[in-house]
């Protein structure tokens, strides 16, 4: 059975602490992987897709990578505007995408 | 108007009442999905529809029913609901139905609460 596991389930960092949020999946021939944000009260916004094992994305102060088994979710510097929920997801099947339960990130000022 | 938009933002309902749930995509998609979220679990898909066809039905109960007019119009119609059914209901589309090519742009959801 196709499944994704985000780690730590929250984390809370002090504006400049750069650190990592880990997402494992287990799937039959990855596809893409997917990374969104959300917001409070908000849904989620896409980020990255990444599609291959070495693949990295970068977006201001945050860079996705991927290997075989996990990707990661690097955040360099981070501000308090940073604080929200990170959410990765791969697709299964045909039209299903299964997505992890997310990493609450807050950045402390 | 672009992006995603759900309405209504807030619900409250008894569970004799019926409602609708509305989304509309702005964003020229032709694959639509209705996501349910709980707290501390992950999006749980309920449908997909792909050119307006139902593609997908995630061993939904028949309490809910969804409906796709057109390829920018969604609603999730919804009677007899349960407590359990309290949650943030997300809509979502992407350009293709095919999962793995495109990535899914959400509305902000109806936040759903059964009394």
């Known amino acids: 059975e196709d499944q994704v596991t985000q780690s730590p389930e929250a984390l809370r960092l002090q504006e400049g602490e750069s650190s990592s949020l880990n997402c494992s999946y287990t799937?039959?021939?990855?596809?893409?992987l997917f990374w969104y944000r959300q917001d409070p009260g908000k849904g989620p916004e896409f980020l990255f897709t990444l599609y291959s094992a070495g693949e990295e994305k970068e977006k201001e102060r945050l860079k996705a990578t991927l290997t075989k088994k996990e990707s990661f979710l690097h955040i360099t510097a981070p501000k308090p505007e940073d604080s929200a929920t990170y959410l990765c997801?791969?697709?299964?099947?045909?039209?299903?995408?299964?997505f992890g339960t997310g990493t609450r990130l807050k950045v402390l000022a | 108007e672009t992006g995603v938009t759900q309405t209504p933002r807030h619900l409250v309902m008894g569970m004799t009442n019926k409602k609708s749930l509305k989304c509309e995509q702005h964003l020229g998609h032709n694959a639509m999905y209705w996501y349910k979220q709980s707290a501390k679990k992950p999006l749980e898909l309920m449908f997909v529809y792909n050119f307006k066809e139902q593609t997908e039905n995630n061993s939904v109960p028949s309490r809910f029913s969804p409906e796709c007019p057109n390829s920018s119009h969604l609603f999730l119609h919804l009677h007899t609901l349960q407590p359990e059914d309290s949650a943030l209901y997300l809509c979502?589309?992407?350009?293709?139905?095919?999962?793995?090519?495109?990535?899914?742009?959400f509305g902000d959801g109806t936040r759903l609460s059964i009394l």
């Open positions: 997801a791969v697709p299964s099947g045909t039209y299903k995408y299964i």
């Open positions: 799937v039959s021939g990855l596809r893409g």
């Open positions: 979502a589309s992407s350009h293709l139905p095919n999962a793995g090519t495109q990535p899914q742009h």
